[in-house]
């Protein structure tokens, strides 16, 4: 078990969109520990993909060293600047889900980065958005760099995508599911 499971459990979240073997997922800023990453290629099997994203090259590095050790072959690492539309190497349409953790925050070009994910979700698919909503002692950002919960709702739909879900990710953040409709 990963230790950001007790902040974050990845699980709770894939029952939600009810994540299967064979679905094409996407984990966008998906950090050195693949946090998501892992626990959905369990789930995904060698029938389905699980591209890790990221814009730190050492960070894929990373992420393709541990897939590779645990035989993890449905992962494929993929260097990306997600708040550029249009520039992420995945097929137009192909995802069943697209995955922003602890992300969305950090961006300039948060709009970019929706309108990419939108992009690269066949209809039907989920975008699921996770970020902070309280700072847990020095992790997290600050209170000015927090999203609120509507602001996202309101990019997201805005990109042709419909709310629907708020799961609970605990103390710490919010959990948003959009579809492409």
């Not at 998501?36 to 591209?51: L, M, Q, S």
């Not at 990221?54 to 997600?82: C, P």
């Not at 961006?107 to 979700?121: D, P, T």
């Amino acid at each position: 078990m990963h230790s950001g499971t007790s902040l974050i459990d990845p699980y709770k979240i894939f029952a939600r969109i009810s994540l299967s073997e064979g679905q094409r997922v996407a984990d966008f800023g998906c950090g050195r520990t693949g946090h998501f990453v892992f626990p959905a290629v369990k789930i995904v099997g060698d029938k389905g993909v699980v591209y890790a994203v990221d814009v730190i090259k050492n960070v894929l590095e990373s992420i393709k060293s541990m897939a590779r050790s645990e035989g993890f072959e449905a992962v494929q690492t993929v260097w990306s600047d997600i708040e550029l539309p249009g520039k992420t190497p995945i097929p137009t349409g192909s995802l069943d889900v697209c995955f922003c953790i602890n992300v969305l925050f950090q961006l300039k070009n948060k709009v970019g980065a929706i309108k990419e994910a939108a992009r690269l979700l066949k209809k039907g698919g989920y975008l699921v958005l996770v970020d902070w909503s309280k700072k847990l002692g020095a992790l997290g950002p600050s209170a000015e760099s927090m999203l609120n919960p509507d602001q996202v709702k309101h990019l997201a739909e805005a990109e042709g995508l419909k709310f629907v879900d708020e799961v609970d990710a605990g103390e710490y953040h919010f959990c948003l599911i959009f579809e492409k409709i």
